[in-house]
């Protein structure tokens, strides 16, 4: 395009120069012959010619010498070489050379055609085609007609025979005047061209590697997306697979929890924020790592060499940030962000891209059954599953909580931890005591029924969704109900929530005709569920929960636990505050063979 537009530009300067040039020469040449004729107008004043003057047979001597005289002076500058007075046959009446008298000029068609037209004629030709009597000292000539007219008639020209010369080097001049002021405007606008053209390229070259990288990147998030990322995966291993010495891979995969459910109650720009929330957390905390947007709520994370070791300290860091963090749509109250993640290693896990990433996969999906907001990390696996031992009942029972939902097995070790506290205070027996326990850890046994959507959604639940939830408590029942010497821990599941007012569920107990389990349950239980982040709202404070605690004694729990809980909780040396949960895992004493 640049070369097109050069020729463009040079054809262009080129026939400007020739137009220039013909209009220069024109203009010269009519200005020319305007001064001669000027000058053959005040001789024919001075000489005062007549019809008379014009024939050579009838002039005299003394009027022949005037004219002569009169042509002398228009050559005396030097451009005019000769001048002539003539008939209209071409015969010299009187010249600037007495010489020239009576003689007849050359081309006489051309003086019949001036004269037939009876306009001045001019034209610049070589001095042999000029048609002078004598010879004239110069190359080309510029010959002028110029008709003299007597009562609308022609009687005689005056031709004037000018050296053209001059006026040729003055075209000259002007011709190359114009050609170098035409190509020098002509490399001006090459220069700017290739200035316009190389700015315009280089343009052309940025947005080329922007479209390029933007389809390498997400554009929500700004991160690589899911072809770029795992093409970053297989080049870490190419590069490692070759190179001596060379150190591991940590691969982690993140999964945002309740994504679907989030999507589902406040709408994708809620999904979207808590994607980006997750993805500026990256970029701050693993800044020397690649990381991009896997799937629709996953991200992963790719940390080479010394990076490697600290993958999971990482995540852990981003769990924490996340653990403050809060979203807030429309109604809603503060909703939580965590996170589900899967960590597996290169060459450990797996040797090549598709089997690192299928073992990433089965360990996140253990992450995600566990009930979210838990990190994973795979280990060199048998082909024996890890679930495949033997344990009791009451503990399958408590890891099946577990892999329903991570809160859920974490609520049920809090109130179990809450209700120890309150049976110590009120100086039970220890039968009571290890029934209250067991009652803790499964009194919500029964919410591994209830439907992932409903159980897990980040917002208020429908009156029909609520209904649904209702049932655990009898369902919890039904599970646990075959297992030998369970009445007291059975009584505590399925009368957790019944209300000291008599509006709980399901029964509609009120009072002291609630079993005591189930009251210090309830105590526990609502203790937990304020102090313990929901995927629908963030955790309360303490003392906020302990004064919601009191505002609900005497309508929804027992006035009696309720103090005995917070008069416990502020007056203890070390009560069982949130997050205060011992290392020791607990073991049933009831076994079944």
């Known amino acids: ?150 009562a609308g008639t022609i009687q005689g020209v005056v031709v004037v025979w000018r050296d053209a010369a001059p006026l040729l080097a003055m075209l000259d001049q002007g011709r190359l005047e114009v050609v170098l002021i035409t190509l020098s405007a002509a490399f001006i606008c090459a220069v700017l061209l290739y200035l316009m053209f190389r700015s315009a390229q280089q ?95 996953e991200f992963l994370v790719i940390a080479d060499g010394d990076d490697a070791i600290h993958l999971e300290p990482l995540i852990e860091s981003m769990r924490a940030a996340l653990a403050d963090m809060a979203l807030e749509f429309q109604s809603s109250e503060r909703l939580p962000v965590t996170v589900s993640v899967g960590i597996a290693f290169y060459p450990t896990n797996g040797e090549s891209v598709t089997t690192l990433l299928s073992v990433l996969a089965m360990t996140l999906d253990e992450a995600k059954a566990s009930g979210g907001d838990v990190v994973r990390v795979a280990d060199v696996r048998s082909s024996e599953p890890s679930y495949a031992r033997t344990f009791d009942v009451l503990e399958g029972l408590i890891i099946a909580v577990d892999t329903k939902d991570r809160y859920t097995r974490r609520h049920s070790e809090d109130v179990a931890r809450y209700a120890d506290f309150v049976a110590e205070l009120m100086d039970l027996d220890a039968e009571t005591r290890q029934a209250l326990h067991t009652a803790g850890l499964l009194h919500d046994i029964g919410k591994i029924g209830i439907p992932d959507h409903i159980l897990r959604k980040p917002g208020a639940l429908t009156d029909e969704e609520y209904a649904i939830v209702q049932q655990h408590v009898a369902l919890g029942d039904m599970i646990v109900r075959d297992l030998p010497n369970l009445e007291l821990i059975r009584s505590g599941i399925r009368h957790h929530h019944e209300r000291w007012d008599g509006k709980g569920y399901l029964h509609r107990l009120e009072g002291e005709d609630i079993p005591l389990i189930a009251r210090i349950l309830a105590v526990g239980d609502a203790f937990s569920a304020m102090t313990t982040t929901r995927p629908y709202r963030k955790a309360l404070s303490v003392d906020e929960a302990l004064r919601r605690l009191e505002d609900a004694a005497g309508t929804q729990l027992d006035e009696a636990i309720v103090g005995t809980f917070v008069g416990g909780i502020r007056g203890a040396a070390d009560p069982p505050l949130p997050g205060s949960r011992p290392a020791t895992l607990w073991t049933p004493t009831v076994r079944v063979a």
């Open 1 to 150: 395009m640049y070369g097109a537009l050069l020729v463009i530009v040079g054809a262009t300067a080129a026939g400007q120069a020739a137009l220039i040039s013909s209009q220069s020469q024109s203009n010269l040449l009519n200005s020319t012959v305007n001064a001669d004729a000027a000058l053959v107008r005040a001789f024919l004043d001075y000489a005062r010619l007549t019809p008379a003057d014009l024939s050579p047979a009838s002039v005299s001597a003394e009027r022949s010498s005037v004219m002569s005289a009169g042509l002398e002076v228009l050559t005396e500058s030097g451009q005019i070489l000769q001048a002539a007075v003539v008939t209209t046959d071409g015969t010299i009446v009187v010249g600037s050379e007495p010489s020239l008298a009576n003689r007849r000029i050359g081309s006489p068609s051309d003086l019949a055609t001036a004269v037939q037209g009876g306009a001045v004629d001019a034209v610049i030709l070589d001095t042999a085609q000029a048609g002078s009597v004598l010879p004239l000292p110069t190359s080309t000539v510029l010959r002028e007609y110029l008709p003299i007219m007597s």
């Open 203 to 297: 343009r052309l070259s940025r947005q080329t590697v922007q479209l390029l990288e933007a389809a390498r990147r997400d554009p929500l998030t700004g991160a690589f997306n899911h072809g770029a990322i795992v093409e970053a995966l297989a080049a870490s291993i190419a590069a490692t697979a070759g190179a001596h010495g060379a150190r591991g891979i940590g691969v982690g995969l993140l999964d945002v929890d309740n994504f679907t459910l989030l999507n589902e109650t406040y709408g994708h720009e809620a999904g979207d924020r808590a994607l980006t929330e997750v993805a500026a957390l990256l970029d701050r905390l693993a800044p020397s790592m690649h990381w991009g947007r896997y799937g629709a709520d």
